[in-house]
């Protein structure tokens, strides 16, 4: 995503950070002369960079982070931006503290689609909003809990890592819906309930499958719905019911369907996070940033919830399929999609479908 804007100028790639060998992206080689670092501090202090990109480990976000705004640089930070509303302030009060920014990874959020959904909210075309859902159904092989030693992991060396669907890969469809109810009130909506069924298929300390359900003080409910253990896969959906019709946002492909279409269309023009957040340092009065660390706030409120919820339950035995092998085996729920499905048609948690695995959902009270 950098390279195109190295190319053409509008920035300057001085230096690359990771712990092991940086290889050349065929598509985009490292351009000559940036430099190569094993440490960010050392980075930091060599190069003195004016924006700083973070993609580690979702643990190593905070104190990463505060070392780049103390150099003076601003972030764009990859979600979940941090594991608790304890580190969200801090990194808001750094944030406040050097009058640096932080845009958040949450790029679906820069969806042209998304923004066309939010109109069609705001026209009424769907009358009173009852309720806003997602389902997305993934499959992740061997490799993919392999591939360092967080995957998979509620904490490593002491440290929350919660690299569980809800957390992680399907972070996008929770903050979707979340972006829908701010959409509805006004504002970003604090979640006031939760109640979730998390589930495993793997010896993993997290879910690879979950259905959550988010109560707010007001509006409509949330219902996620999603896995990384399906039998065929759904990209990612948001379906917004009103009392007059209903929409559906594919979320990933920018697709939408809205009442009257008759087919689902592509809505082009997704702005990119990056050149939004050097848009706004340039005119921060007149460009605000698309995923400002204040937006996700909400979505942090939520892993905090989480950081209670018992460990996952394990799914085996004939309900578990394998395909493939070695690092390429995939496990497969059975049945699992249509269970996914008929929770964001009713609103309702697996447990409350009579799903025969389901098991008794975890609940908790958010405070402000």
């Not at 949330?222 to 917004?240: C, I, K, W, Y």
């Amino acid at each position: 995503m950098i390279a195109p804007l190295h190319a053409d100028g509008q920035v300057r790639l001085v230096a690359l950070v990771d712990v092991h060998p940086v290889q050349d992206e065929p598509a985009a080689p490292v351009p000559p002369g940036v430099q190569v670092f094993t440490d960010h501090r050392a980075m930091l202090a060599a190069t003195r960079p004016d924006v700083v990109v973070i993609c580690t480990p979702p643990h190593t976000h905070l104190p990463i982070a505060r070392d780049a705004l103390a150099a003076g640089a601003d972030l764009l930070l990859e979600k979940p931006p941090v594991l608790s509303m304890a580190e969200h302030e801090e990194l808001s009060k750094a944030l406040a503290a050097t009058g640096r920014v932080a845009q958040v990874g949450f790029q679906a959020l820069g969806s042209a689609a998304l923004t066309a959904l939010t109109d069609a909210l705001a026209a009424s075309r769907l009358g009173t909003v009852t309720g806003i859902a997602t389902v997305a159904a993934w499959q992740r092989p061997d490799a993919y809990y392999a591939r360092s030693p967080w995957a998979g992991r509620r904490s490593l060396d002491g440290r929350p890592v919660l690299d569980g669907a809800l957390a992680n890969p399907l972070a996008h469809a929770v903050m979707q819906c979340l972006a829908v109810a701010e959409a509805l009130g006004g504002a970003p909506q604090w979640p006031a309930a939760i109640e979730v069924e998390r589930y495993r298929v793997r010896p993993i300390e997290v879910e690879d499958t979950a259905v959550l359900r988010v109560r707010f003080r007001a509006g409509p409910p949330v219902l996620v719905a999603v896995t990384l253990a399906a039998e065929e896969f759904v990209a990612g959906e948001v379906v917004v019911t009103g009392e007059t019709g209903q929409a559906v946002l594919e979320y990933p492909t920018d697709r939408l369907r809205l009442p009257g279409d008759v087919a689902t269309r592509l809505v082009p023009g997704r702005r990119g996070l990056l050149e939004n957040l050097l848009a706004h340092r340039a005119d921060p009065a007149g460009v605000p940033l698309i995923a400002p660390l204040a937006r996700t706030a909400p979505f942090t409120a939520l892993l905090d919830a989480l950081r209670g919820a018992p460990e996952p339950l394990l799914l085996d035995g004939d309900l578990v399929t394998a395909v493939g092998d070695g690092e390429s085996r995939v496990l497969h729920l059975r049945g699992v999609v249509d269970v996914l499905r008929r929770a964001v048609e009713r609103g309702a948690l697996p447990s409350e479908l009579a799903v025969p695995w389901a098991a008794p959902a975890y609940r908790a009270e958010l405070t402000d």
